[in-house]
Every structure is written in structure tokens, then in C-alpha cells.
């Protein structure tokens, strides 16, 4: 049996594949299976998953990709997990896909499909577009219309119908794998030295392009493990990280935060986590998909709703957490994220709770200015705690 | 000279239209009667300027756009102090700088240099662009009032063919959007204790309607040779007199003095400029920080701007080919919402989409303009804190270029003056020009 450490590293070297290799592989191994790719945040995977087709998030192309193409057809001032992935559309890089899906979930995401449409020949491309106005009940009857739009369309690619009693079945799976993710969260809230944020991260990630079956297998594998690791607390200070909704940074990131503090919560991969409990396995599955998503959710950026406040979200988790502080971390040039950051900043202000602001890249390679910037406010707080 | 000042009097000898500065002052008094509104008991609303004003003013509410008053501080060279104030208060310089002039005015007791504005006792968004939203939250964590959204899906213009039934989809969207204006409604009467009068939201349609074939016939008058009058310079201060008075007397009575002045200018063959030698398509909103620098520096060498698709992306309501149907007021005008995404057939996008929709029909549509208006060339006004405007741009000229059309990228802001090079947006127009001037040479020299 392989270890927590092995695990992860196999993850890692796939997360850091910018050919899909395991997609690509999975694509060998059933010659009738259909790939479809969404840009984040969410899309609801059990849908494809029902149809028999493979659900893969396009979350760019990391600090890996060099943009060859991408730069010549966009605009110097968007975030970069838009540009990548369109230079992974440019490169043929995603011509394994069968669909992709993408969300206007703000002013640059609405941009990328058009300009994938308009330069990746053969790529089909749709929208899958959320409730702008989550406080209102009509945006459950609406987004029920719309996740059945999408079912349309996936059975289009499929080749069949998707009936409901298939898609309760995948339901109940992924209910399944977001269950064994709490579990890990809830150990590192408890222990976070039993499993690294960097490592909940890749693992997580894993599940973004391989089949949920085989998720499941593995977030149980490495839970089965994490008891028996040998790892003791060492005296850090305990913080949430927030701002990665959508794009993601370089793992070589977590890592150099959390070689100065425990990072024991989190918004890394938002989307695989949006859900925040089980969807509801009986009745029509796709109201429950969408009664889940506007009441059931996590906040995020790109999510408007405010019959909550995101700042009363992001207090919670850090109390829940038993977090000192809060990293506020949004990606360059990712709007939504900015102008957030400022909404927690004045709330955490106000609550007395220190935070550290600072912005990601995923193409960043230079990690030494995050760890020192960490150090020093990590080095502020446990001073002024002693 | 009744309206204008002598410094309004166009670089190359050409009399600017009276009517922009007839403009400056609707904007003006847009502003500054605010106050006496709110001390009047008038409900302050808050609303984007492709809004539902037609509706909102049944319930007597006093309207104040911010993005018309955030361009108002740039345009009047103020909107530095309150971008910085923003700044030191947290937001980034890679915000919308709209939003964050509008958050320097919050934070500065709302003295805004038309006026004082009112804090608002409603806001309302929609869906133009996702900014609206973020900004409705900021605007929120600000005044904590009431907040209404009206969302219209954004569909993708699709080449193949769809799986699923696009007219029912839009049908669909179109029922949800009047269902979200009832709720609207409904929050207006409880805010306001004015019961909604359905007559008096068609007679704002039909002020809406007239004020639509009004805007038509004007925008199309610069087909004529020469322009009567620039897009940008004058489209934009027409832009913002009409949005300030949507669905009124006073705007229809505003579109029908443009009107009689440009025909009057035609009739005289008074152009933009006096000598007009190129004629340009502008992309995107100007910059108003510099609004009369940079198209004066097109002016002086004889070109001159004939066409935005700002005058219909701007403007909502009057982008149609149809009216407003006064039998069924809700429903045309949620079809005036979605359609501003999708034209009226959602297998075609419509002309005014600036890359962010229309796939392969945006080049095409760019090119149909430039036949339309005979245009010489486009530029492409980069903001650089608008990703919805800009976004597209590089692509656009990308696949623009290939069709042999010349192009002009010019980077700056909306509000932002820290953006603007002058060196630099000099040179480059410079050098565009002299390219158009190649290409008229050899084009003569060709045809004989
Ligand atoms: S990172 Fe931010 S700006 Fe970029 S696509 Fe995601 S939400 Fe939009």
C-alpha cells in the first residue's frame, strides 16, 4: 500500500502535468468515454458524472506553461488562470476534451469562452450561467431550468439520455467524497500537523480530474493513514487562508506559508467544496443540485448573495478553526477577489483578529518574499501573545 | 457661442455641438438637485446606468448613477484625490476605477464636484457587467441599505447546434426577469408607499420609445460626410443627457434639439472637424480624464470618430429594431434586458458586442460597421480597469488585422489620470495616422 507521502506525490506529479497524462490514460482505458472540462468555481459534476462522462476542471496551466499564444489575444491587465487556459486551448492542449463549460462568474471568465470559440477550432463550448441575485427564491427555479439545459447538453455529448435515478446514484457518490474531505479539514483544524495544507490541497485537487469512484478510494486511503503518522505540533501560529476561490497558487505557495504557520483552513478549490453537506439523495436531483448551491454553499467572490455576509462566513471558519489570523490572499488582478479583501480586512479590523494581506500568482516562482512577508507577521503575532 | 465656451471651440476651426454642452448641463442639474430630493422626501436610488430608470421613476424616486458620476469627477479632472482615498483605504489599483472614485466620494461625506450626493435608501444592479455586482456589495458594506439585483442571463452565441431549444431558453430567461421586475416592484411600493401605476410605466416606455427612434435617426446622421459629430467627443456628452433622463419628457425634448442641431449642421455642412480627411470607428468608453485630449489629437490631422458601440451598448432600451410593445410593458422590457445580450436571435450576436459574446459574428460585425460608416480604421480604447470592455481587444485586433483593417490600440483609464501617457498615446497616434495617410496615398494612386 502506497503512503500518505507517495499519495501525494503522485498527485502532485499529475496536478503538474500540463498534458494530462491520467485524463489522456483514462481516455485510453475506456474508448467510449466522453472528457468534458469547466472553468471554475463549480459545476455540478454529478451530472456528467451520470452520463458516463469524465468532469475536469480547468484550473490553468500553474507556474509551469509558458504563455506563448495566450499573451497576442488577451489583455495585459487579466488574471493569469484566464489567460492560461486559454493558451492551453491555443496549444491543443484540451483537444481531449469533448465539451467545455464555462462560467461568466466575472468580467474576465466572461471573455475566455468567447475567445476559446474564436480560436480553438473543434472545441465545443458552452455557458453554464449561475444566479446573479441568490436572495431571491426565484433563483432556485432558475438554476433548476439551467442545470437541466446542461443536461441536455451533456447528454448531446454522451450520446444518451441521463435519467434522474442515475444522477441520484452519482449524487450519493460525491456526497460520499465531499464527506471524506471534511474529515481530512476536520483534522487539520484539530491537528494540523497530521496533514499539511500543501497536501490537502493536492489530494483534493486529484479529484478535479479523475473519476469520483477512484477519489474516494484515495481521500480513504490516506485517511486510514493519518493517524499513525509521525508527525509532532510544533509551535506555529494557526491561520485561514483566503482569496484562491477560482485561480490556484503554485503549491511551492502553501508550502512556504505553512513552513511558517498552520494553514488550518482554507478556500483552496473552493468549487470541489462549494457544497457544504450532503445534497439531499431523494426526489428530483437536479433541484436538489440547486437548492444546494444557493443554500447549502460556501461563499465565494463570485457568488452574490446578501442574505449572509462573506465576512460573517470567513469570521466563522476562523473561529471554528481556533485561527489567530487571517491570510487574505486574492489573485492578481482577480477582481472579485480584491474588492473582498477589503470587505474582510475591515471586518477582521474590527473584530481585533490580525490579517496579512498579500496577492498570489499562479505562474509565481519566487516564493521568498511570501515567506518572509509570513514570517514577520507571524513573528508580530506571537510577540504581541506572549 | 450660447452654450460654449471659446475653449470648447474645436482645435481645427470646426464649431463643436451645442448640444454636448447642453449635456453638461442635464448632467449638472442631475446632480445637484439631489439633496433638495432627499430634503423633499424623495427615495434616493442608486442605479447603473442601463438600469430599469423607466420603472423606478412610477415610485418618484430620485435617481443618481454612479458610474455617470464617477466619469463626472474624472471628466472634471477631480478623480485622483478620491482614487487615492480609496486606496489608502484598502482597494487596489487593479479595481475598477469607477468603483473606486465612488468609494474616495463615500469617503469624503459625499462632496462630489457637481454637488452633494445623498446616501442612497436603494441600490439596484444588473448585469452588464460583473463589476456591478461587486460594487453593489461595496456600496452595501457602506450604507447598509437595501440592495436589488436584476439578473439577466448571459448566454454564448454558439455556431453549432444547440442541443436544447434556444427560443424556449429564452423564453424562459425572459419569465424570469419580468418575475424579478415584480419583485422589484413590489420592494419600490413598500419602500416608497407608492402603489405601481402600470399607466404611468407605459407612458415612461413610450418616453422611452420616442426618445429610441430619436437616438436612431441621430446616431446614423454620421454616415453623413462630413460627421456633424464626433462619437466621441459629442456621442459621449449626448450618451450621458439621454441617460440621466431615460424615459422623460425632458429626454425625449433633449434628443429632438440634437436632432435639429446635427440636421441644421448637415443642411450648413458643418462637420466635427473642419477638414474631414479620416474616419475612425472608437472602441470602449473614453478616457475622461482626458476626454477632449485624445480625440483632438485625431482632430488635428483631420480624423474624426463616427461611431461607438457604446450608442447602443450604453444606452439600453434603444438598441432595438423593436419598441417597446406598450401592450405588454413588463414583459418587452425584460426582452430589452436579454436582448442587449443576445440581439433578438440568439444564433447572431448583436453589433454592439466588443468581443465578449458574439465568437466569430464579432469580427464580422466589425467589419459590417466599417462598411456601414465607412470607416478608415478602428481604435481600441484599453482600459485598463475594465476587463468587460477590454478584454477582448488584443484578439479582436488579432483576427481584425488579418482582414487588412488598420488598428490603433491605445492604453488609459476611465477615471484613473495615472494611466494616461501623453508621450505615449501621441506617438502611437502619430504613427497610425501616418500609416492612414500612406494607405490613402498608394489607394489614390492605385485608382488612377
Ligand atoms: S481568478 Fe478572479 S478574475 Fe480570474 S477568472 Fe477567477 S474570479 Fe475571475
Known sequence: MATIDEIVQRCQDQVGDLAFGYVRDWKKRNPQGKVMGYFPVYFPAEIAHAGGILPVAILGGGNRIKLKQADAHMYSFMCSICKSTVELGLSGRLAFLDLFVGSPICDAARHMP???????????????????????????????????????????????AIDDEVIRRSVCLYNESRRLVREIYAIRRDSPWLILASECYLLVRAGTFMPVEEHIDLLREVLAQIPDRH???????????????????????????EEVCYVVDDDFLLGSRLIRE????????????????????????????????????????????????????????????????????KRFDREGIPSLQMEFQERMKDFDGVRTQTETFAEAIQFYAN | MSEQTAAQVAVNGAQPSAMRAKAKTLVKNAFGEAWKAK??????????????????????????YPEISSAQMAAKKTSLPYIQKAEDYGYSADTCSYVTADVGLYLSGNQHPLGHVPPPDLVI?????????????????????????????????????????????????????????????????????????????????????????????????????????????????????????????????????????LDQRIVKGTGAVAEERFRLLWM????????????????????????????????RGTYRSKMYDLERPLESYAESMLDYFHGRNPRQAPQWSMGWWGGKDDIRNHLDLMRRFNADGIVFHAIKSCRLNSGGFADLREHL??????????????????????????????????????RKYYRARAAV
Open chain 1, 114 to 160: 468567447n475567445l476559446m470559440q474564436r480560436n480553438v477550432p473543434g472545441l465545443t463550448i458552452d455557458l453554464l450561467y449561475y444566479p446573479g441575485n441568490l436572495r431571491t427564491e426565484l433563483a432556485i427555479p432558475y438554476l433548476h431550468r439551467e442545470f437541466n439545459r446542461i443536461r441536455q447538453l451533456l447528454e448531446s455529448v454522451a450520446g444518451h
Open chain 1, 231 to 257: 508527525a509532532r505540533p510544533i509551535d506555529k501560529i494557526r491561520v485561514v487562508y483566503e482569496g484562491a476561490f477560482c485561480e490556484q497558487p503554485p503549491v511551492e505557495f502553501i508550502q512556504a506559508l
Open chain 1, 278 to 345: 450532503d445534497v439531499p439523495e431523494d426526489g428530483d436531483p437536479l433541484l436538489n443540485l440547486a437548492c444546494s448551491y444557493r443554500d447549502r454553499s460556501h461563499c465565494s467572490s463570485v457568488q452574490h448573495d446578501l442574505r449572509r455576509l462573506k465576512s460573517d462566513d470567513l469570521l466563522a471558519k476562523c473561529r471554528s478553526a481556533e485561527a489567530q489570523a487571517v491570510i487574505l490572499s486574492p489573485a492578481k488582478f482577480c477582481e472579485p477577489g480584491l474588492d473582498d479583501q477589503v470587505h474582510h480586512l
Open chain 2, 39 to 64: 430634503e423633499a422626501g424623495r427615495k434616493i436610488c442608486y442605479c447603473f446606468v442601463l438600469g430599469p430608470a423607466e420603472l423606478l421613476r412610477c415610485f418618484d424616486m430620485y435617481l443618481i
Open chain 2, 125 to 261: 444592479n444588473d448585469t452588464l457587467c460583473n463589476t456591478y455586482y461587486k460594487w453593489t456589495e461595496v456600496i452595501h458594506d457602506f450604507w447598509k441599505c437595501p440592495v436589488f439585483s436584476i439578473d439577466h442571463p448571459v448566454r454564448l452565441k454558439r455556431d453549432e447546434k444547440y442541443p436544447y431549444d434556444i427560443e424556449e431558453t429564452y423564453q424562459q430567461d425572459k419569465q424570469y426577469v419580468v418575475k424579478q421586475l415584480l419583485e422589484l416592484i413590489a420592494e419600490c411600493e413598500k419602500l416608497t408607499g407608492i402603489k405601481f401605476d402600470p399607466e404611468r410605466f407605459r407612458k415612461n416606455l413610450e418616453f422611452g420609445n420616442q426618445m429610441s427612434a430619436l437616438w436612431c435617426e441621430i446616431i446614423d446622421k454620421t454616415r453623413n460626410a462630413p460627421t456633424p459629430f464626433d462619437a466621441v467627443l459629442d456621442g459621449y456628452g449626448y450618451i450621458a443627457g439621454m441617460n440621466t433622463h431615460k424615459g422623460t419628457a425632458e429626454g425625449v425634448a433633449y434628443l429632438e434639439a440634437v436632432k435639429t442641431e
Open chain 2, 284 to 315: 470602449s468608453a473614453p478616457c475622461y480624464p482626458y476626454f477632449r485630449k485624445i480625440p483632438e489629437m485625431f482632430h488635428q490631422r483631420g480624423a474624426t470618430f463616427v461611431y461607438t458601440p457604446q450608442f447602443m451598448q450604453g444606452t
Open chain 2, 401 to 438: 488585422s488579418r482582414e487588412g483593417v488598420p488598428i490603433l490600440m491605445l492604453e488609459s483609464d476611465i477615471a484613473d489620470p495615472r494611466f494616461f501617457s501623453e508621450a505615449q498615446v501621441k506617438n502611437r497616434i502619430e504613427a497610425f495616422m501616418e500609416g492612414l495617410e500612406e
